[in-house]
């Protein structure tokens, strides 16, 4: 995360607001498409923890073979329409300085080759989570990150068109981590040796599955890429930048909380799979706590002191990036509540409904947005109406959760969203009170000094309030094994 988000700042620098706008803008009409890979990779996750959870290994090896072969078609598929209705879209429609029309080509191609890869790449890494080799997922994800740190470096001493030097690095970098992921699937994993594999029956269920899917992760789309766009027809790729800030935050940020989820997603499936709905239950309601809790000491001290973290992270940050970031820090707060509840829906396969009504609800950030910014004008109120909708879809999570795996809604309530609220109403009335006789201006160590007593105490507050008896004897006894661990070792 902080080597991401270093690597925001120079690429800014290097680029530009001008440029780094324009490749925030052109990199999210390619992920327009995202929505065709975004669907059979949840039925891909949730098809091969599934088979794992029942300890069927034919299955298992059937359905990796089945899921890579319609990730190519998908593949082929989004690079048709990238080359035929994207291309038009971005020669034709978009806002930007026509001097940049050859550098706009050039990143829009790579970002599509970058794009394509991602998507073969889906069957391998869903795989290896759902295998839960969280270390070698851990491994790759340094490399990645540290890749990119080496890109950095490149712009800096190279003197060539920065843009197009950026796509391409990145092109590359996202060839080498596929390739790693492969042959490491292909030399651990007997399921991933490929053969041809065809049963008209078992492709059915999983484009069905994966075509309500679809229906969902348009709306997603939508919410993220669909109103970047609907600012650049209002305000131009200044605000673009802004944007491309916000999702470089966003990105980095949300990795963590994602992580954390990913070591738990495989275990709600493979417990739903083996009928253990007790422990079902209780990895939804654990993971969605402590997933709000743990970004929360992350996200909190940030959104406190975001001018200084802004300018001390970009030096010149573009207009509405404090706004665009602190008001995505909340919506991904109230999100990161949703994310195990998205698991358990997926679990169940019954997503019909659910697909239907909750991606309803998110497509109308799209409609909303544009509607909301043709009258104000005012770019940060698009984040507004993501707020709204994002509590009202988490509620329909909570009621389909207790359609189809009888989930109580009063007791998630209870030992979830009560305590997440007493946390944060506490915490933020002593920021509050705190801030009303305290006016000191801002330095590198006063911030990290306010940032560790803001987690400290909002450690402190999790540990005895949001924290409920079962979960403080847990605590209780690990610290216990590690104190006589250390014991030993002296």
Not at 263 to 288: G, H
Not at 330 to 351: H, R, V
Not at 390 to 397: G, V
Not at 463 to 468: F, S, W
């Amino acid at each position: 995360m902080g080597v991401s988000l270093y690597t925001s700042r120079v690429v800014l620098d290097v680029l530009g607001v001008e440029d780094y706008g324009i490749y925030s803008l052109v990199g999210g009409i390619v992920l327009l498409f995202a929505f065709f890979n975004s669907a059979m990779s949840s039925a891909t996750q949730r098809f091969l923890a599934y088979d794992i959870g029942r300890k069927d290994d034919e299955r298992l090896r059937n359905t990796f073979n089945a899921t890579l072969f319609i990730h190519v078609g998908i593949a082929i598929l989004i690079l048709i329409l990238a080359e035929t209705i994207g291309l038009w879209f971005v020669n034709n429609k978009l806002n930007f300085p026509i001097a940049r029309i050859e550098a706009i080509r050039w990143i829009y191609q790579f970002s599509v080759f970058t794009f394509l890869i991602g998507v073969v790449q889906v069957p391998f890494n869903s795989l290896i989570i759902a295998r839960e080799r969280m270390n070698v997922y851990a491994l790759m994800s340094i490399i990645e990150v540290v890749l990119k740190l080496i890109i950095v470096y490149v712009l800096v001493v190279f003197d060539y068109d920065k843009l197009k030097l950026y796509a391409t690095l990145i092109f590359i970098v996202s060839l080498i981590v596929a390739l790693f992921y492969q042959l490491y699937c292909l030399r651990y994993f007997k399921e991933a040796r490929l053969k041809w594999y065809y049963d008209k029956q078992y492709f059915n269920t999983l484009i069905a599955y994966s075509g309500w899917n679809l229906f969902g992760n348009i709306a997603g789309v939508a919410k993220g890429q669909g109103v970047n766009i609907v600012l650049n027809l209002f305000f131009g790729v200044g605000v673009n930048a802004a944007y491309g800030i916000m999702l470089q935050v966003q990105g980095a940020v949300n990795a963590f909380v994602t992580n954390f989820q990913l070591a738990v997603n495989p275990q709600i499936i493979k417990s739903y799979a083996s009928n253990d709905r007790e422990r079902t239950m209780w990895l939804i309601f654990k993971s969605s706590k402590f997933s709000f809790f743990l970004l929360l000491m992350i996200a909190l001290p940030i959104i406190y002191n975001i001018d200084f973290v802004l300018q001390l992270w970009l030096k010149n940050p573009p207009p509405y990036s404090a706004s665009f970031v602190k008001l995505c820090l909340i919506n991904i707060l109230i999100d990161s509540i949703s994310g195990p509840l998205m698991t358990g829906a997926q679990a169940t396969g019954k997503i019909k409904w659910y697909q239907i009504i909750v991606g309803s609800l998110v497509f109308l950030n799209l409609p909303v947005a544009y509607i909301l910014l043709s009258i104000t004008k005012v770019p940060d109120h698009i984040f507004y109406v993501s707020i709204v909708i994002s509590l009202i879809t988490f509620n329909f999570r909570i009621f389909f959760l207790k359609a189809g795996m009888n989930m109580s809604f009063r007791a998630f309530y209870k030992h979830v969203v009560f305590r997440i609220v007493a946390v944060t109403s506490i915490i933020l009335t002593l920021l509050y009170l705190a801030s009303i006789n305290y006016h000191i201006e801002k330095s590198l160590i006063i911030v990290i000094t306010e940032s560790s007593i803001i987690t400290v105490v909002l450690l402190l507050l999790v540990l005895t309030i949001g924290m409920d008896k079962d979960e403080k004897i847990n605590l209780r006894g690990i610290a216990i094994k590690m104190q006589k661990k250390w014991l030993k070792r002296i």
